[in-house]
């Protein structure tokens, strides 16, 4: 059931109640937690074939809450956000108080058509969501170069932001909301043409990071030293355009999908890629793991490199567009959001009336990838935010818009990786504004 919270003045839907979740509290989805959603003002799902922005509403920030009725509210603030980039545009504080925000793209203007009038944008915006029923932006924070993808280092000390456009990361001081003066850092890789960053991701340790080069088909490792990013051995190829990228708890592994298509995606035929989920295997000590010379090498001489990264898994993870994905609590689950053809047209060839979940086990030793099997989510249109509940059991969605462009709307799925369909639809959906993109899950 949605309750519209007292504060919440509806900007791009009507009010609406909807019937309570048919479950125990104990399997309610999100029984325990929040969450929070972006959603773009600006942007159609179509857009992305035809470059035509829709009729102009707020970009907003959405905080929904679970009462113990089950009941779901949506407390909304406004806060400049763009879809127009990977889903990484959202971190929020481990405590669970603070929002951070990036603005790959700027607000357009009013007589704006098109997306390519919209400029580049520069904001970092800062939302205290403390109380869940009233989020309020603390700050906002200009940045020295577009900003996309962020990240909070595990101390909380620290925040990371990628330049994409700059080929650059400015790591920024933080403290109780507050940013510092950025250091930024070069990549400092030599013969990368195009060093678009769609993701950075801080290993759990905090010694180390991740960062996608999706123009390069590479993922780069960096190690943290004296407030720098310096780097940690040679990147590792991928196949084309890898973007979103997680690590596992334990940090052994880092996990990215490749969408695995180039060119003018408007000269292939939709539906027809492959995207992949490619598994790597951190090296994170700095000593040879393999014998000074292999077998098969004649040459006379053979010095292992000191840091070994390597792909060590590969699986295809669904026809069409996954450009993001979520791991189970347990680390032994990986499900893949796949946005099909849903962003088409409707009267497009290649238009699909639905997107897909697809999900697969991964072995925390070895990190080989099994597959478990996919559902079709029938009406979802460019899903791009997907979280697990702390149980497992449970999966939230976004359904960016409607078929006819309408408002949005999150769904909740339940998980048991035994049944013949892995994921079963629950309760009803909550309703959102259209252009909702990006969900992430906080604990109460």
């Known amino acids: 059931m949605f309750r519209p919270h007292p504060r919440f003045v509806p900007l791009t839907l009507a009010a609406c109640v909807l019937a309570p979740l048919p479950l125990a509290a104990q399997d309610a989805p999100f029984a325990n937690s929040d969450l929070v959603a972006l959603s773009d003002g600006a942007m159609l799902?179509?857009?992305?074939i035809d470059g035509r922005l829709g009729p102009r509403a707020p970009d907003l920030l959405s905080v929904l809450s679970r009462a113990d009725d089950g009941v779901w509210s949506r407390a909304d603030v406004a806060v400049t956000n763009s879809v127009a980039t990977w889903p990484n545009v959202l971190a929020l504080t481990a405590d669970g108080q603070f929002a951070i925000v990036t603005e790959p793209f700027a607000q357009p203007d009013e007589s704006a058509e098109t997306f390519s009038e919209i400029e580049r944008g520069a904001t970092l915006t800062v939302v205290e969501i403390s109380d869940r029923s009233a989020p309020t932006v603390r700050s906002?924070?200009?940045?020295?170069?577009?900003?996309?993808?962020?990240?909070?280092?595990?101390?909380?000390?620290?925040?990371?932001?990628?330049?994409?456009?700059?080929?650059e990361i400015a790591i920024y001081p933080w403290t109780d909301g507050v940013f510092g003066e950025p250091t930024v850092v070069p990549l400092g890789i030599e013969a990368v043409d195009n060093t678009f960053v769609p993701e950075f991701e801080w290993h759990p340790t905090g010694e180390f990071a991740?960062?996608?080069?999706?123009?390069?088909?590479?993922?780069?490792?960096?190690?943290?030293?004296?407030?720098?990013?310096?780097?940690?051995?040679?990147?590792?190829?991928?196949?084309?355009?890898?973007?979103?990228?997680?690590?596992?708890?334990?940090?052994?592994?880092?996990?990215?999908?490749?969408i695995n298509i180039t060119g003018d995606l408007a000269q292939h035929a939709y539906g027809r890629n492959t995207s992949l989920m490619s598994v790597i295997a951190f090296d994170d000590d700095d000593m040879p793991n393999s014998p000074p010379r292999r077998a098969n090498d004649r040459s006379p001489t053979y010095e292992s490199e000191p840091i070994?990264?390597?792909?060590?898994?590969?699986?295809?993870?669904?026809?069409?567009?996954?450009?993001?994905?979520?791991?189970?609590p347990d680390g032994r689950t990986i499900v893949g959001l796949n946005m099909a053809a849903s962003w088409l047209p409707t009267d497009h060839p290649g238009h699909t009336r639905f997107s897909e979940l697809t999900a697969h086990e991964i072995d925390p030793e070895t990190g080989s990838l099994s597959a478990i099997g996919s559902t079709r989510l029938p009406g979802v249109v460019l899903p791009q935010g997907i979280v697990f509940?702390?149980?497992?059991?449970?999966?939230?969605?976004?359904?960016?818009?409607?078929?006819?462009?309408?408002?949005?709307?999150?769904?909740?799925?339940?998980?048991?990786p035994t049944a013949e369909e892995p994921f079963t639809n629950v309760g009803e959906p909550i309703p959102m504004p259209r252009g909702v993109h990006y969900l992430a899950r906080v604990p109460r």
Request: proline residues 8%.
């Open 45 to 48: 799902a179509t857009g992305y």
């Open 308 to 328: 070994q990264h390597a792909m060590v898994a590969s699986a295809p993870i669904g026809m069409g567009y996954v450009e993001n994905f979520t791991i189970s």
């Open 140 to 167: 906002t924070v200009t940045a020295p170069s577009p900003p996309a993808a962020v990240d909070i280092h595990p101390s909380g000390s620290v925040v990371a932001v990628t330049f994409p456009f700059s080929g």
């Open 210 to 258: 991740a960062v996608t080069l999706g123009g390069d088909n590479t993922v780069a490792f960096y190690r943290l030293a004296d407030e720098t990013l310096e780097p940690w051995g040679s990147p590792v190829s991928t196949a084309p355009l890898p973007g979103k990228g997680l690590w596992t708890d334990d940090g052994a592994h880092f996990l990215v999908t490749t």
């Open 389 to 416: 509940d702390d149980a497992g059991r449970h999966l939230a969605l976004t359904s960016y818009q409607d078929a006819n462009g309408g408002p949005g709307h999150v769904q909740f799925w339940a998980f048991d």
